[in-house]
Nanobody, 115 residues
Framework: QVQLVESGGGLVQPGGSLRLSCAAS????????IGWYRQATGKERELVAT???????YYADSMKGRFTISRDNTKNTAYLQMNSLKPEDTAVYYC?????????WGKGTLVTVSS
């Protein structure tokens, strides 16, 4: 059973930073692409960033230059470093992977950017 567990969310002031973690189990992690998504209250879930098994990355336009996705295959963990946070970054952040055609999601971690 594939499981994804996000952590690292919390309350941060505008301009601050957070690093989210996504710990994976039940899969050969190094073979899987990982995606970070977010969903703000009343809005649809949106893609934040992805990283392939080979380490290639993609970012949504509004995150470029502020967010960095990475992975440590020795720890079965992916990360999302978020800098220069804005109130509009407030959302629940989820990680995602696809294994043998089946999609898996974590339960999310809440990020609140507020003064």
């Amino acid at each position: 059973q594939v499981q994804l567990v996000e952590s690292g969310g919390g309350l941060v002031q505008p301009g601050g930073s957070l690093r989210l973690s996504c710990a994976a189990s039940g899969t050969i992690f190094r073979r899987n692409a990982i995606g970070w998504y977010r969903q703000a209250t009343g809005k649809e879930r949106e893609l934040v960033a992805t990283i392939t098994s080979g380490g290639n990355t993609y970012y949504a336009d509004s995150m470029k230059g502020r967010f960095t996705i990475s992975r440590d295959n020795t720890k079965n963990t992916a990360y999302l470093q978020m800098n220069s946070l804005k109130p509009e970054d407030t959302a629940v952040y989820y990680c995602n992977t696809v294994v043998l055609g089946e999609e898996y999601w974590g339960k999310g971690t809440l990020v609140t950017v507020s003064s």
